[in-house]
């Protein structure tokens, strides 16, 4: 790699990172001299600096890492949180409750418990990180779903056995067997 690609695959390792990097695994990872990537790394931070970019390369934790410059984190904030803030609907809210008590279970299980098809509202509720595929159906072979970390958080529970009973609020969905009587495939 060229000392003209320097910064660039530096910009590019950046994109991808979850965590700050220090120069040490940058090095290696783009194949230069530590002191040479400190110094593209430096020279980047400024540049966005002098820019005046929506974010900056900042070191901090002993490492490297872009960061939204906080003049502009209202409109990220907006953006992120603005499309968490829908409501649910109705069969988006039923939907999550047979998930919630009849986990894992299959969009074919929850379509003949709610006595529609749920296709699209299964795919709202993975989309807003509520519900996640957990495997097949041993039987079927169907897709199975189950709450996510996400949605207990969101409820303020420990864990899914917080739920409260379900009996008493809706006895006949109590009543149902767990088999997946319906044998659609995902």
Do not use: C
């Amino acid at each position: 790699m060229t000392e003209l690609e320097l910064k660039p695959a530096l910009e590019a390792v950046l994109m991808v990172a979850d965590e700050p990097l220090d120069s040490l695994v940058l090095a290696e990872a783009v194949g230069h001299a530590t002191a040479d990537v400190q110094q593209a790394l430096a020279e980047l931070a400024a540049s966005y600096d002098e820019q005046g970019r929506g974010f900056e390369l900042r070191h901090v934790g002993g490492g490297w890492r872009y960061y939204t410059r906080e003049a502009f984190a209202p409109a990220v904030e907006r953006f992120v949180i603005g499309g968490q803030q829908a409501r649910l609907t109705q069969a988006a809210l039923e939907t999550l409750a047979v998930v919630a008590y009849k986990q894992p279970i299959s969009r074919g299980r929850i379509s003949a418990i709610r006595g529609v098809n749920v296709d699209g509202v299964i795919r709202t509720l993975v989309t807003r990180g509520l519900v996640e595929e957990a495997g097949t159906d041993g039987e079927t072979g169907a897709i199975v779903y189950r709450t996510t970390s996400y949605f207990t958080e969101r409820l303020g529970l420990t864990d899914i056995t917080d739920l409260p009973e379900l009996a008493p609020y809706l006895p006949d969905l109590a009543d149902m067997p767990d088999s997946d009587d319906v044998g659609e495939h995902a």
